[in-house]
């Protein structure tokens, strides 16, 4: 289409070059400089580029440009969140304030996710959607996020009283996360929310939930507030719920939950301390962080509590992520708390299970399971040099997974539904949905030693047998600051430069022009290859 507007403004200066009314004649008074203005005046106005492309296609240009990660960060790492987020926070304002002929039109769109990085852009957005002429934005709103560090008392009045006010105007909300930031204070720091005067008659529209919060016990964790989400169906939470909470408590209904979260943030926790009724459950990850006790020696163990989780969820479940994270890099040892020949105990209750994503610093102890179809097992980066080149592909052409499984066909394996093992990057373990949006049955292009999937800034290479980072950014975040002397950080929740913000309306009108010529005209290409990568992606959790 653009390029039909090319070929037509090219006839027409041509046009213009030959006709005698505006060619210079050597009697003429007036100068060549002082007649270009005049022929500039005299010529009709190009089309604008935006009248010239369909609303639709305007919109899925805006939605591809401005759409937010599929994927989160993990609450317990700082920053973590800039891999993944710095183009959509910088793109999405970007685009909103230099797209001002379609700025209406992609409303919708703009207000579909909001993300807040501080607190005092809760009150704003309150300001905002009670603003005559902006109090139909709340209908589109579709999404709210917060991620920001909450230290102060205040800070968490201001923030019920905002939600408070948000929930009510935003009658679609569906996605709710509230996940706050690591940060290390000498301090204890009490925090208690007043959820008298919060609508939870509001939150029964929501699908998706997120609360979670590494400093202990989440001021958001509450039974009452859960109570009322009766149709979620997908849940992550900090738990236990509330230290606060009887260690038996009444069981929370959930009938709609299918994927269930938890983040484990006490080395303490009741093996009795389940708080759901979820018969509809597929999909339980359990996030682990290693907190050794302060003598440095692990001595509680998860395992007990592990096991009870399972009785209550296994007999449904069709797939079972355990993930660690240490605060500590000296507590290697925690990797043990689950303690050896759980892999079995672990599949033996879960009869239906399809997917078992693990971490293991030794053979796993798995040897029998009927219905069992991928493995996916969290690893050092290290093991992982050489699983993206065809080499390896052939080498281990008939092996499970080498390292960690006998060979395929030997008497001590009984895994006759398995399909495939993987082997994971143990650094991309902060994203938690990772191996279930990059699916051990997606296919890889042919041709091609590897599929690489794009998450904002976040780049990830996936083969039949791993999934690490892209050979570009494995590079790219190996990079050691410290031996720079230029580098500078910046964060993407910082306010942009003063450089970054003097370029001229006709610097960014043609470098946004520019962009959409581009897009445009590999539009196609690009659908077709983004559909081929999503084909069969998502696992069957019916």
Known sequence: MLRVVTVLSQEAMGELDSDSDYAASADSPVSVEDELPMLESQMPSRPSLFSCLPTETLLYIFSFAASRPIISFHPFLRWTADVSWREYVGVAPSLALVCK??????????????????????????????????????????????????????????????LSAIVPLCPRLERLALRQEKFASLFPVHRTVNWMGFPFARIRTLTHLHLSDTNGYGPFDRFDFLAECTHVEALTISWPLCAAAPLVPPPVAMPHLRALTLIVVSPNVPPRAIAFDA????????????????????????????????????????????????????????LDHLGAGDDQAFADLCPELEHLITYAGAPLNLRQHPTL????????????????????????????????????GTD???????????????????????????????????????????????????????????????????????????????????????????????????????????????????????????????????
């Open 279 to 334: 018969p509809a459950l597929r999909s339980l990850t359990l996030c682990i962080e290693g907190t050794p006790d302060a003598d440095g020696e692990g001595t509680h163990r998860l395992e007990p509590v592990v096991m009870h989780l399972l009785r209550c969820y296994g007999h449904t479940l069709r797939r079972l992520h355990l993930s660690f994270l240490s605060r500590d890099p000296h507590d290697g040892r925690e």
């Open 412 to 542: 001590r394996i009984a895994l006759p539904a398995l399909q495939g093992c993987r082997k994971l990057d143990i650094s991309l373990a902060i994203f938690l949905e990772l191996p279930a949006i990059v699916a051990p049955d997606a296919a890889v292009p042919p041709g091609e030693p590897y599929g690489v999937w794009a998450f904002g800034g976040l780049k990830v290479a996936q083969t039949r047998r791993a999934v690490a980072w892209a050979p570009a950014d494995a590079a790219r975040f190996a990079y050691d600051s410290d031996a720079d002397s230029t580098y500078a950080y910046s964060s993407a929740s910082e306010d942009p430069s003063e450089e970054y913000l003097s370029d001229g309306e006709e610097d960014v009108d043609r470098a946004v022009r520019d962009a959409y010529r581009a897009f445009v005209q590999s539009a196609s290409q690009s659908v077709v290859q983004a559909e081929y990568y999503l084909e069969g992606s998502a696992l069957n959790l019916l």
């Open 101 to 162: 002929a379609w700025h209406a039109l992609a409303t919708e769109i703009l207000y579909s996710d909001v993300v807040f990085t501080t607190v005092l852009q809760a009150p704003l957005l309150v300001r905002t959607l009670k603003t005559p002429g902006s109090d139909a934005y709340g209908r589109h709103v579709r999404s709210i996020s917060l991620s920001c560090p909450i230290l102060e008392q205040a800070a968490v009045d201001m923030l019920s009283r905002s």
């Open 373 to 408: 179809k991928w493995i996916d097992v969290w690893v050092p980066s290290f093991a992982l040099d050489t699983v993206l080149g065809d080499e390896y592909e052939q080498a281990h052409e008939h092996a499970l997974l080498p390292g960690f499984l006998p060979a395929r």
